[in-house]
Nanobody, 119 residues
Framework: QVHLVESGGGLVQAGGSLRLSCEAS???????????MAWYRQAPGKQRELVAH???????NYADSVKGRFTIFGDNAKKTVYLQMNALKPEDTAVYYC??????????WGQGAQVTVSA
């Protein structure tokens, strides 16, 4: 079992920055099997969409809408993945969800963190 806990959401003005954190906890065997962690977001009335992901070898991938503004990175010792969000826009307003999967693991999701960007 893996438990994901997000933190760092909040209200910010357009052009500002926020950093989201997602800490993984649970059985050591399960955590060691994680090979991908990602951030998704869901705005009201819209489908959940991938924002960025990072693999166990450090490879990253970003949605076109956030390239150059958001950065995903991890701290293996803290079992935490971060999403640094700069130059935020009102259209970035959404609930942001942490996600992970791995060999022999089901997909896990965090509870979500609200990010609101005012114009």
């Amino acid at each position: 079992q893996v438990h994901l806990v997000e933190s760092g959401g909040g209200l910010v003005q357009a052009g500002g920055s926020l950093r989201l954190s997602c800490e993984a906890s649970g059985s050591i065997i399960s955590i060691d099997r994680i090979n991908l962690m990602a951030w998704y977001r869901q705005a009201p009335g819209k489908q959940r969409e991938l924002v960025a992901h990072i693999t166990s070898d450090g490879s990253t991938n970003y949605a076109d809408s956030v390239k150059g503004r958001f950065t995903i990175f991890g701290d293996n010792a803290k079992k935490t993945v971060y999403l640094q969000m700069n130059a935020l826009k009102p259209e970035d307003t959404a609930v942001y969800y942490c996600h992970c999967n791995g060999l022999g693991l089901p997909a896990y999701w965090g509870q979500g963190a609200q990010v609101t960007v005012s114009a």
